[in-house]
Nanobody, 120 residues
Framework: QVQLVESGGGLVQPGGSLRLSCEAP????????MGWYRQAPGKQRELVAY???????NYLGSVKGRFTISRDNAKNTVYLQMNSLKPEDTAVYYC??????????????WGQGTQVTVSS
């Protein structure tokens, strides 16, 4: 099973910033919606933000105004710029994309997860 390739997590102090990246590898026919989820210890995975193929975005209420999702269709990559980070943003972040490879069907694909820790 193909995995999306994530990067950019790490440890940051409250108020700091991080930028996550996620690339879909291989020969891709089309990508529709791309998004970021997160899962904190003991909690369910939640949708943080998504962006459609036309560029429409939507955000979890608690991150609105602090996080920005964007995509580079030429690079098959989605980004999550996270500013004004808070300790409650600490979680493993997963990217997700609904995409179709040449000769295949449209499926959901996931990244391996990247840890984001906000702590002083």
């Amino acid at each position: 099973q193909v995995q999306l390739v994530e990067s950019g997590g790490g440890l940051v102090q409250p108020g700091g910033s991080l930028r996550l990246s996620c690339e879909a590898p291989g020969s891709i026919f089309s990508i529709s919606t791309m998004g970021w989820y997160r899962q904190a210890p003991g909690k369910q995975r939640e949708l943080v933000a998504y962006i459609t193929a036309s560029g429409t975005t939507n955000y979890l209420g608690s991150v609105k105004g602090r996080f920005t999702i964007s995509r580079d269709n030429a690079k098959n990559t989605v980004y999550l710029q996270m500013n004004s980070l808070k300790p409650e943003d600490t979680a493993v972040y997963y990217c997700n994309a609904a995409l179709k490879y040449y000769g295949g069907s449209k499926l959901d694909y996931w990244g391996q997860g990247t840890q984001v820790t906000v702590s002083s």
